[in-house]
């Protein structure tokens, strides 16, 4: 028995030569990818190129493990859509089902982020991770503005006592995406992972990414955030 495939899809102000270049390029695509570590470089060669299916005419790609990519130009703006393949396929790849949805979740609206925000800038990140025994919204105060829709305003007292202000870029089931004015108009994505076969407790993450900060300022950035999600997610990683 397999589930209906899974799909997100978002619609990016940029042309679909340009979003696909944003695809296929490994330069481009360490722009908005995931975060930075030691792995970033591999996990785009395996994901991005490796045991991939292209079709440039129709900007279509099939990744590893059956997931695709669509892009249809719509004039200056470009609709994507990536669609899971189904669960029952591979039961390695199942067992890691929910948490693959929502990293790809994250990555697509990166994608539309970098490419509407900053094209061509270079980025900082930081990724934080832990048990989802704490939900990750309401610990950082998110709760008032997790109900809020894409593209509305938002400000408030962060959890590390600095104010946030900007708009809600994206909402999901489980995720919640706001850029951040203080970053350099950044991006602060937070969200769990449900409980799966595994990871049976589920899991929290941050993923904070910065432009034009000097070293100084993402220093502090970094630390007064890794000392914060240390408190609440003691057993949880920061890269």
């Given at each position: ?81 990536l669609t899971r ?62 109900g809020l829709a ?90």
């Amino acid at each position: 028995m397999t589930d209906e495939p899974f799909f997100v899809e978002v619609v990016i102000s940029a042309p679909v030569e340009e979003v696909w270049e944003a695809l296929r390029d490994t330069e481009q695509i360490r722009r908005w990818h995931g975060w930075h570590c030691d792995e970033l470089d591999k996990e785009i060669e395996v994901i991005y190129h490796q045991n991939v299916v292209e079709s440039a005419a129709e900007y279509r790609l099939d990744v590893q493990g059956g997931d695709r990519f669509e892009l249809t130009g719509l004039g200056d703006r470009t609709r994507l859509r990536l669609t899971r393949a189904p669960r029952g396929g591979n039961p390695e790849w199942d067992a890691y089902y929910d948490d693959i949805t929502e990293g790809w979740i994250t990555f697509v609206h990166q994608l539309r982020f970098a490419l509407e925000r900053h094209r061509g800038a270079d980025r900082r990140t930081v990724y934080l991770s832990g048990p989802g025994g704490e939900p990750v919204l309401r610990a950082a105060g998110f709760a008032a503005v997790a109900g809020l829709a894409p593209g509305s305003p938002y400000e408030l007292d962060g959890p590390t006592g600095e104010r946030l202000r900007g708009e809600v870029w994206f909402r999901s089931a489980h995720q919640l995406g706001l850029t951040v004015a203080g970053w350099g108009d950044g991006l602060l994505v937070a969200g769990r992972t449900p409980a799966s076969p595994a990871n049976p407790e589920g899991g929290a993450m941050m993923v904070l990414t910065a432009y034009g900060l000097d070293d100084e300022a993402f220093a502090a950035l970094e630390s007064r955030w890794r000392a914060w999600w240390a408190r609440h997610f003691p057993a949880g990683s920061a890269a």
